[in-house]
T-cell receptor, first 115, second 116 residues
């Protein structure tokens, strides 16, 4: 079945450091890919998405490119801030495949940014 | 524009009891999905409602049931609570499927359930 694997955390960075959180997926169809962010004590917020191969999603300085050849959707940010500290979830939606269009999530990666 | 709202925010129950959680979707959305997020894990899909019917269901027992009302709001009911049901329950709303592709889901803040 469909699945999402993301790098395990926690990830600790200094402010202004470069961030990469790896995400790979397995899908039987042609999924849409998402990054969601969860701040402490809150629900999930959509960070960015991409719906087809080679699409780049971007928001608030974060970027991710849908790479079909490597089945990846890595999250990057050039300069992190303390306010970026949160848990980041990679997810897919695969209407033609096993997930029937609902979201399948990775386990999440906790990011801590120190001043 | 109000986003997805959920109530209550926190709930404490004992084993064997029943619980009802409520969700109001984002304005204009007609589809509601429910997810369970155990501590330190990613959310797991429970089921989805559209046009007042359960359209899809994840791998959860029949103790988990739901309902959608004509105004698109939804309830999640869990019977015979187990300790393992302790989790954050998230509601997400969307415009359903467009052109065969699932529209983006927007999440509420969740209800944190503790079963003692």
């Amino acid at each position: 079945g469909d699945s999402v694997t993301q790098m395990e955390g926690p990830v600790t960075l200094s402010e202004e450091a470069f961030l990469t959180i790896n995400c790979t997926y397995t899908a039987t169809g042609y999924p849409s890919l998402f990054w969601y962010v969860q701040y402490p004590g809150e629900g999930l917020q959509l960070l960015l998405k991409a719906t087809k191969a080679d699409d780049k999603g971007s928001n608030k300085g974060f970027e991710a490119t849908y790479r079909k050849e490597t089945t990846s959707f890595h999250l990057e940010k050039g300069s992190v801030q303390v306010s970026d500290s949160a848990v980041y979830f990679c997810a897919l939606s695969d209407p033609e495949g096993g997930s029937q269009g609902n979201l399948i999530f990775g386990k999440g990666t906790k990011l801590s940014v120190k001043p | 524009d109000a986003g997805v709202t959920q109530s209550p925010t926190h709930l404490i129950k004992t084993r064997g009891q029943q619980v009802t959680l409520r969700c109001s979707p984002k304005s204009g959305h007609d589809t509601v999905s429910w997810y369970q997020q155990a501590l330190g894990q990613g959310p797991q899909f429970i089921f989805q409602y559209y046009e007042e019917e359960e359209r899809q269901r994840g791998n959860f027992p029949d103790r988990f049931s739901g309902h959608q009302f004509p105004n698109y709001s939804s309830e999640l009911n869990v019977n015979a609570l187990l300790l393992g049901d302790s989790a954050l329950y998230l509601c997400a709303s969307s415009l359903g499927v467009s052109g065969g592709r699932q529209e983006t889901q927007y999440f509420g803040p969740g209800t944190r359930l503790l079963v003692l």
